[in-house]
């Protein structure tokens, strides 16, 4: 059975930290900035006074999807090439970043909406059928979790497509912590799962 290697729960576990955190300082450094209606580019504008803040955690958040991505080898190919690609995305809407508060970045908005789309498919390019795997990346797993974060990710980028939405912010927040805390808790589920496994089997 492939492994979920340290390195890929490490990431796994600084993932949902970092990312909350992130926009928390940025936000909190900010007087005014209002995390319902704003978005998390916002912070990182550039007319924003946290925007290296913000673009830092960006990075961070990126990189660490790539150490996922090449250590969580108990996902198939096409889910860790899925996940890999969201990293890069990540990369590409903080290089491309939102001119102001008031407009927008074609670019930004492509890779944005790329690493969302991504991360919300990523389950199902990652599924495995044998049952030496858990269930979190097996089909009742996989494709649950892509169903829930790929309806939840339309409703987030419904609300950022119309202007004036006065929760577009929140909606961006509900679907960001989601899918890093469920890419976090397969990689964690199916690293214990390995574990006990090999003492079994000892």
């Known amino acids: 059975m492939q492994l979920i ?24 450094l ?30 961070f958040g990126s990189l660490l999807t790539l150490i996922g991505a090449w250590h969580a080898k108990a996902f198939s190919i096409p889910g860790r090439v899925a996940l890999a690609a969201a990293g890069v995305a990540g990369f ?19 890779f944005a909406t790329i690493a969302f789309v991504l991360f919300s498919a990523w389950p199902l390019f990652a599924m495995r059928f044998d049952k030496r795997y858990h269930w979190s990346i097996r089909p009742v797993g996989a494709i649950t979790a892509s169903l829930v974060m790929g309806l939840t990710t339309l409703w987030f980028l419904l ?26 808790a397969a990689i964690w589920m199916q690293w214990l799962h390995q574990q006990r496994q090999t003492r079994v089997s000892v």
Not at 103 to 110: G, K
Request: net charge negative; charged share 10%.
């Open 92 to 110: 590409g809407y903080t290089f491309f970043t939102t001119p102001s508060q008031d407009s927008f970045s074609d670019w930004h908005r492509i």
């Open 5 to 28: 290697g340290i390195w890929a729960v490490v990431a796994a576990t600084l993932g949902p930290i970092q990312n909350v955190l992130g926009w928390t300082i940025s936000g909190a």
């Open 159 to 184: 609300t950022w497509l119309e202007p004036g939405q006065p929760i577009v912010g929140l909606s961006e927040r509900v679907i960001a912590v989601m899918q890093v805390l469920w890419l976090s």
């Open 30 to 59: 900010w007087p005014g900035y209002d995390p319902i209606a704003k978005t998390i580019s916002d912070l990182a504008a550039d007319d924003s006074p946290v925007q290296w803040i913000q673009s830092s955690f960006f990075i």
